[in-house]
Structure formats: C-alpha cells, structure tokens
C-alpha cells in the first residue's frame, strides 16, 4: 500500500505560482508512472501531468507551457511547479499512480486562483 501526502497549496492571484510536492512512502519500489490530477466540484478527478522514473513528462493541453512535473527518485517525492495561474486551475491536487490509480487517495492541497 502506498501513502501519498499533498502539500504546498495556497491562495493565490492569477498569473501567480506555486510548487507542490507529494511525498511517497509504502510500496513505491515497482511504480513507474506517478501523476498529478485534480478535481473540482462537480467534476471527475481529471490527470493533469505524469512522469515516469526515467524523467519522461505528459501533460494535460491545457496546462502545457505553465506547469512542470519533476521527481527525485532518492526522495521519493513528485513535484508540480504552476506558473501563470488561472482561476480555471483551481481545484484540489492529488497525486497518485499512473494510469491506474491506488484506490486510497491522500488529503490532497487546495489550490484557489482569485481573478
């Protein structure tokens, strides 16, 4: 089983940034893809970004060009840095395995992009 904890969100203004970092802990040793998704009421948890151990990254359209997906494989640990915020990335941030997900998601990080 896998244990994932979110963290690094916060209030911000458009055109802002912010980094965000799951760290991993469990049984990560056989994962090869982890992903950053979101969700926002009323709305599926939709992928944003993934990235596999070799440092291969997939985004999302509309989030190419601002967001990065990094890990460091010795920490364990993903990162998503957002550049030029829109208050359409609003939304909770979960990171997971990819594509299939573990069933036990963590507490995620809010992140809330004000116009």
């Known amino acids: 089983q896998v244990q994932l904890v979110e963290s690094g969100g916060g209030s911000v203004q458009a055109g802002d940034s912010l980094r965000l970092s799951c760290a991993a802990s469990g049984s990560i040793f056989s994962i090869d893809f982890m992903g950053w998704y979101r969700q926002t009421p009323g709305k599926q948890r939709e992928p944003v970004a993934f990235?596999?151990?070799?440092?291969?990254?997939y985004y999302t359209d509309s989030v190419k060009g601002r967001f990065t997906i990094s890990g460091d494989n010795a920490k364990n640990t993903v990162y998503l840095q957002m550049n030029s915020l829109k208050p359409e990335d609003t939304a909770v941030y979960y990171c997971?395995?990819?594509?299939?997900?573990?069933?036990?998601w963590g507490q995620g990080t809010q992140v809330t992009v004000s116009s």
């Open positions: 990235i596999r151990r070799d440092g291969t990254t």
């Open positions: 997971n395995k990819y594509p299939i997900p573990s069933v036990y």
